[in-house]
């Protein structure tokens, strides 16, 4: 079954456990009794060995989510790696995949080939689209980068989070006065969450930016 979940969801959980502590994810929209039985039956030797079935592919994604969160990196892509082989058309292992090259090899060429596979894979794939996006932004490529949250936020209009980055690029590049309509949509359009809270922080630094 492909694991496709078409959410920046779960690119944003993907990095805070790749960046920050571990913690034991299981997929959007899955109980605690499915996240039991998907740790039940998948270890990292299991993921790695030759005979491991193609039906193990959630499972095992879950098991190199944790080894990356552990900051296990060799065995988190070796077995992520392993999945992309049977499922290239898996765009979430593909993306999940980007991120651990990434973070854990700072293999910037790898990371840019799978995020580019996830997209081919899955055009529009809004998790892709956010790495790419945070990639180049933090090279200082703020052009690219807002190329990516721009399309982000054309394909998808009710993930807040395209069009804050967007923003925050355009002040970056000192267009404010582009930056602060969009923040005030999402302010609005979006109260109560952190996207909203993040927008009114960011619209201050559209004021001082007007002459």
Not at 13 to 21: D, E, M, P, R, S
Not at 120 to 129: E, F, I, N, R, T
């Amino acid at each position: 079954m492909s694991l496709v979940i078409r959410s920046v969801g779960a690119f944003a959980i993907l990095q805070g456990v790749l960046l920050a502590a571990p913690a034991v994810l299981s997929s959007p929209g899955k109980g605690p009794s499915a996240a039991k039985a998907v740790h039940a039956v998948a270890t990292p030797e299991g993921c790695l060995a030759p005979a491991a079935e193609p039906s193990d592919v959630e499972a095992c994604h879950h098991v190199a989510l944790e080894l990356a969160g552990q900051r296990d990196f060799d065995r988190a892509i070796a077995i992520e790696s392993t999945l992309f082989e049977r499922q290239p058309a898996n765009a979430e292992v593909a993306t999940a995949l980007a991120q651990m090259q990434e973070t854990g090899r700072k293999d910037v060429v790898q990371a840019l080939k799978m995020y580019h596979e996830a997209l081919y894979a899955s055009p529009g794939y809004p998790a892709a689209l956010l790495g790419l996006g945070i990639h180049w932004k933090g090279r200082g490529e703020s052009r690219i980068a807002e190329r990516y949250f721009a399309r982000g936020a054309k394909e998808n209009p009710e993930q807040p989070i395209f069009q804050v980055r967007l923003a925050e690029v355009l002040i970056d590049a000192g267009q404010g006065q582009e930056a602060a309509p969009i923040l005030q949509a999402v302010a609005e359009r979006f109260p109560g969450t952190g996207e909203a809270d993040d927008a009114r922080r960011l619209m201050s630094r559209t004021s001082l930016a007007r002459p």
